[in-house]
């Protein structure tokens, strides 16, 4: 049996797949342009990323507590990154969308790594200076 996280990412993975393959054909029988076919993706792939970042938070329910608000801080910087991401791609001139959209999701990726450090510094510790749990 396959284990529940990899079934959901297999799914993921085939409507990714899916919806690039109805695309590419709408566009090989002239019924988008190419602009809007790469429009289109762009939007999959920032709606799959806030999708699969929903999922960051449930991940380990049980981990320490600094891990936990990473772990949800992470969830939803990721989550707003691809919503921003999708919108982008939806809406601004191709240009803007490709010089704004990596930076954004990128700073999901600061955001995640600055306040994970920082919740490992400021943990609470115990008189011998080990990490409480």
Known sequence: ?????ILGAVVLAGVMLA???IIKYAETNHLIGPDTATRAIQVTIGLALAFYANFIPKKNPTVAQCVQSAQRVA???FVIAGLGYAAIW???????ADLV??????SAIVITFGYALW??????RNQNGHAAQ
């Open 119 to 124: 919740a490992y510094a400021t943990r609470p």
């Open 1 to 5: 049996m396959i284990a529940r996280p």
């Open 19 to 21: 919806a690039s393959a």
């Open 90 to 96: 939806a809406l601004a001139p191709v240009a803007t």
């Open 101 to 106: 959209g990596t930076p954004l999701v990128a």
């Open 75 to 77: 969830g939803w910087a």
